[in-house]
């Protein structure tokens, strides 16, 4: 079913924040020999380290997993209240994401690169708009669910800009450096981080900006993502979004998004068509969200779409 673009009426949506957001106890760490631990005096102004400490509580493969996505990634607890006993993001990527076979993961990533491109060349104009707000405002920036990257196109190319990106789909980091390149990022300012955004390896308040699209749909636990994206923020930092959501209650379309939710679930590697995720922003305790819904033909499905921006 094919669903004209219309425009909704902007919606502006003001909270002020009454209190921070809760952190958890940090573990002991197990020490690194003297060598890891000079290594680690020369990064501490990285994001990705978020203590003076290191703690690899996993196998070999997810040792090596770890290194793979960034040299001397770090493992931290996560800060949301609602966890209740301390965990790394390796622990949380095994536990909300459990690998797949290489095949599906391959399949996916692949039909994502080629599959949306109608839908891409539909929302550019939006998106155009979305992320000029990053022109010399943002140097450090972090995507979550990258996939394979395109976003790049529109903030990567401006002077001295860093970007993570973060995927659960390890299959996605090919293709997300292919489109940093086009973009004219330099290699040594893009790194792809191996995790889920529920438990984000960076430290508190290390990045400018936090991206999102079409990711909030398909993460296991929406409130607690929104909780990591404040907590990685830099005070007075923006979180960008473009998702879609639930359509209104009683019209047709919600109907038809209810009786496919699930079937939506199992091939579309968990997205959900009825969350209520524009509420969910608006609720997550940013200090102002300016939102506004647009539908596009090329969704379906999905829509209608909520874009806008959020600010520590």
């Not at 970007?163 to 990022?185: I, S, W």
């Not at 330099?186 to 079409?214: C, W």
């Amino acid at each position: 079913m094919l669903i004209h673009t219309t425009l909704y009426p902007k919606i502006h949506c003001t909270h002020k924040v009454n209190s921070s957001v809760s952190e958890s106890t940090t573990p002991k760490d197990v020490p690194f020999h003297s060598q890891m631990q000079n290594e680690l005096k020369k990064r501490v102004k990285d994001p990705l380290c978020s203590s003076n400490k290191f703690c690899f509580c996993c196998t070999r493969r997810h040792f090596m997993a770890a290194l793979g996505a960034a040299a001397l990634l770090p493992i931290h607890p996560s800060h949301a209240s609602d966890v209740s006993s301390p965990v790394n993001p390796m622990a949380m990527l095994n536990r909300l994401h459990p690998p797949r076979p290489d095949w599906y993961e391959e399949f996916y990533a692949t039909a994502m690169n080629t599959s949306m491109k109608c839908y891409e060349a539909e929302i550019e104009a939006y998106k155009s708009e979305l992320f000029a707000n990053l022109r010399g405002q943002a140097k450090q920036i972090l995507e979550i669910g990258i996939g394979t990257g395109p976003n790049l196109k529109y903030y990567a190319s401006e002077g001295g800009t860093s970007v993570y990106g973060v995927d659960p789909n390890r299959k996605m980091e090919k293709y997300a450096q292919a489109a940093a390149e086009t973009a004219g990022l330099p290699a040594a300012n893009f790194k792809f981080l191996h995790a889920v955004s529920e438990s984000l390896p960076l430290r508190d308040a290390s990045v400018d900006a936090v991206i999102g699209t079409l990711v909030l749909c398909s993460v296991s636990d929406v409130n607690l993502t929104l909780q990591e994206v404040r907590r990685v923020l830099k005070p007075g930092g923006i979180y960008l979004f473009v998702e879609h959501v639930a359509a209104a209650d009683g019209t047709a379309l919600r109907f038809v998004q209810g009786l496919l939710d699930p079937l939506q679930q199992a091939v579309a590697d968990g997205c959900h068509l009825t969350r209520k995720t524009g509420k969910n922003i608006s609720e997550a305790g940013f200090s102002n969200v300016d939102s506004r819904q647009v539908v596009l033909s090329t969704a379906s499905l999905i829509n209608p779409h909520v874009i806008g921006i959020a600010r520590n």
